[in-house]
């Protein structure tokens, strides 16, 4: 069973950078979609950026420019550079792998912007 896992959450100044990695461990099925989610306090879980089956790019209107999504996709491994991060960019980010038709999701690491 696969099982993806994020690291490299934490607090940082409005203004500030993180980045962010995902590692989905290695299994027999080919992984057709990766990114990240995210779900603000109080509020629905909501794409953030992802490399979608096909493999173009997907990313949120209010991340565009700030946030970048790369992959190492020999190694299953997406990563998420957050650039100009604002407090509202707060919340619990998620990784999800498509496997074989089927989401799976890490969970979760918690960025927290101060204002």
């Known amino acids: 069973q696969v099982q993806v896992v994020e690291s490299g959450g934490g607090l940082v100044q409005d203004g500030g950078s993180l980045r962010l990695s995902c590692s989905a461990s290695?299994?027999?099925?080919?992984?057709?979609?990766m990114g990240w989610y995210r779900q603000p306090p109080g509020k629905e879980r909501e794409l953030v950026a992802r490399f979608a089956p096909g493999g173009q790019l997907e990313y949120a209107d209010s991340v565009k420019g700030r946030f970048t999504v790369s992959r190492d996709s020999r190694k299953n491994v997406v990563f998420l550079q957050m650039n100009s991060l604002k407090p509202e960019d707060t919340g619990v980010y998620y990784c999800?792998?498509?496997?074989?038709?089927?989401?799976?999701w890490g969970k979760g690491t918690l960025v927290t912007v101060s204002s």
């Open positions: 290695r299994n027999t099925f080919t992984i057709t979609a």
């Open positions: 999800a792998a498509r496997v074989g038709g089927v989401a799976v």
